[in-house]
Nanobody, 121 residues
Framework: QVQLVESGGGLVQPGGSLSLSCEASGSISYINAMGWYRQAPGKRRELVAA???????TYTNSVKGRFTISRDNAKNTMYLQMNSLKPEDTAVYSC???????????????WGQGTQVTVSS
């Protein structure tokens, strides 16, 4: 059974930094694109950043220059370094990945359980 497990959320003051991790486990043949999403109360879920299996990245405009997405394919792990955090970054952050599980004919979409990030003084 493939699982995504996030870690690293918490409470930080405006201007501070946090780092999130998302580790995939299970019988994994390969992982395609991975991404971080967030959802704030009363708002739609949005894609924050994504990274392809070759390392190409994309960001939503509001986090460009402040957030950095990366991945370690050997560890099946994706990261999100968040700097210069703002109160409007407060949300539940979830990781997503398209993963081919061993024995399956095609890759499937998997989600982590989500981790709370709160930016407040």
């Amino acid at each position: 059974q493939v699982q995504l497990v996030e870690s690293g959320g918490g409470l930080v003051q405006p201007g501070g930094s946090l780092s999130l991790s998302c580790e995939a486990s299970g019988s994994i043949s390969y992982i395609n694109a991975m991404g971080w999403y967030r959802q704030a109360p009363g708002k739609r879920r949005e894609l924050v950043a994504a990274i392809t299996e070759t390392g190409r990245t994309t960001y939503t405009n509001s986090v460009k220059g402040r957030f950095t997405i990366s991945r370690d394919n050997a560890k099946n792990t994706m990261y999100l370094q968040m700097n210069s955090l703002k109160p409007e970054d407060t949300a539940v952050y979830s990781c997503n990945a398209e993963i081919l599980e061993s024995g399956n004919p095609s890759p499937l979409d998997y989600w982590g359980q989500g981790t709370q990030v709160t930016v407040s003084s």
